[in-house]
T-cell receptor
Framework: DQQVKQNSPSLSVQEGRISILNCDYT??????FLWYKKYPAEGPTFLIS?????DKNEDGRFTVFLNKSAKHLSLHIVPSQPGDSAVYFC????????????FGTGTRLQVTL | DTEVTQTPKHLVMGMTNKKSLKCEQH?????MYWYKQKAKKPPELMFV???????INESVPSRFSPECPNSSLLNLHLHALQPEDSALYLC???????????FGSGTQLSVL
């Protein structure tokens, strides 16, 4: 049972444009969400997170939006750069419990020149 | 120091070998994790140590044996692995068990 889903396995965006990566979750107990970026043969790198008490969090070119009623979050990258080409994982957890971080299946982003 | 260091980066072993993966962090984090990642799949949790005690074992086969000698070190002892155990093994740490994780670069393991 995949509790965190990223339905787009890949996305191609032109340099300078906006990249929008989507993530859906089914477990209503999740209240903390994270995005990780991963290059091949490397460990995931933390990008940005959001708590369920917020609907938006911004950090430079990266913004995460959370829609709790739809159980949906998205990561916006503006402007997209070639170095952003990587696999992006959405992850979710329940704070305050000894729960594990559940990862989505990942979206491979390619930023073209 | 915001790094999680894993050694070795690559490991090839036979099914009868015994080897160990090592992980080290000096961020004062009290939770450490082992994840396994197969190609084109998300990382899958194997073990969690919290304050040097095993707190989660995700029904991992006994041929994988974790060890936390101290708060900075985490080992994964491997014995009698199968070819299907070939994967990227990731170590991670966090300030506490419910905080964001910092990952190492992983050990790419091939079992022949």
């Amino acid at each position: 049972d995949q509790q965190v889903k990223q339905n787009s396995p890949s996305l191609s965006v032109q340099e300078g444009r906006i990249s929008i990566l989507n993530c859906d979750y089914t477990n209503s107990m999740f209240d903390y969400f994270l995005w990780y970026k991963k290059y091949p043969a490397e460990g995931p790198t933390f990008l940005i997170s959001i708590s369920s008490i917020k609907d938006k969090n911004e950090d430079g070119r990266f913004t995460v939006f959370l829609n709790k009623s739809a159980k949906h979050l998205s990561l916006h990258i503006v402007p997209s750069q070639p170095g952003d080409s990587a696999v992006y994982f959405c992850a979710a957890m329940s704070l305050g419990t000894a729960s594990k971080l559940t990862f989505g299946t990942g979206t491979r982003l390619q930023v073209t020149l | 120091d915001t790094e999680v260091t894993q050694t070795p980066k690559h490991l090839v072993m036979g099914m009868t070998n015994k080897k160990s993966l090592k992980c080290e962090q000096h961020m004062g984090h009290r939770a450490m994790y082992w994840y396994k990642q197969k190609a084109k799949k998300p990382p899958e949790l194997m073990f969690v140590y919290s304050y040097e005690k095993l707190s989660i074992n995700e029904s991992v086969p006994s041929r994988f044996s974790p060890e936390c000698p101290n708060s900075s070190l985490l080992n994964l002892h491997l014995h009698a692995l199968q070819p299907e155990d070939s994967a990227l093994y990731l170590c991670a740490s966090s300030q506490d068990q419910n905080e964001k994780l910092f990952f190492g670069s992983g050990t790419q393991l091939s079992v022949l």
